[in-house]
């Protein structure tokens, strides 16, 4: 169970990563701005649910190897709600009504909170690796 706990770890590390440098720069570039934009809006609540989800699994996973990383796991789970539902529509909201302004600070929020979960994510990862002990 600690190896499907450090793959689960592996697997949303990867994703997050993948997804916040890779998929999403990606479609800025590749596609013209009209569409990128409305792709990424539908792309977005999936990536929330593909975080929540495998955070929590993480989390289960983690828990009777290494209660610190299961928590901090489940603290990702947790708070990626509240970004999905409260802060990605209010960055759309920002983002139809031309508010530069908002979109930038909501959308530096959410950045932020990204990058803090790829650290936590990590150091998981890491620890999880080395064993309860690291």
């Known amino acids: 169970m600690l ?30 701005p009209d569409l990128a934009g409305p792709t990424i809006r539908r792309a977005f609540p999936l990536f929330y649910l593909f975080v929540m989800g495998t955070a929590a699994a993480a989390a289960a996973l983690a828990w009777p190897y290494d209660p610190l990383a299961a928590g901090l796991l489940a603290a990702i789970a947790v708070t990626t709600l509240p970004t999905r539902q409260v802060l990605m529509p209010a960055i759309n909201r920002a983002t139809d009504i031309g508010a530069k302004t908002r979109f930038k600070v909501l959308h530096g929020l959410s950045v932020g909170i990204t990058l803090v979960h790829i650290v936590l994510a990590g150091f998981v990862l890491a620890r999880l690796a080395g064993g309860p002990a690291a």
Do not use: H, N
Not at 6 to 11: F, N, S, V
């Open 3 to 32: 190896t499907a706990a450090l793959l689960t770890t592996a697997l949303l590390f990867g994703g997050i990563v993948l997804y916040s440098f890779g998929f999403a720069a990606f479609l800025f570039t590749a596609l013209p």
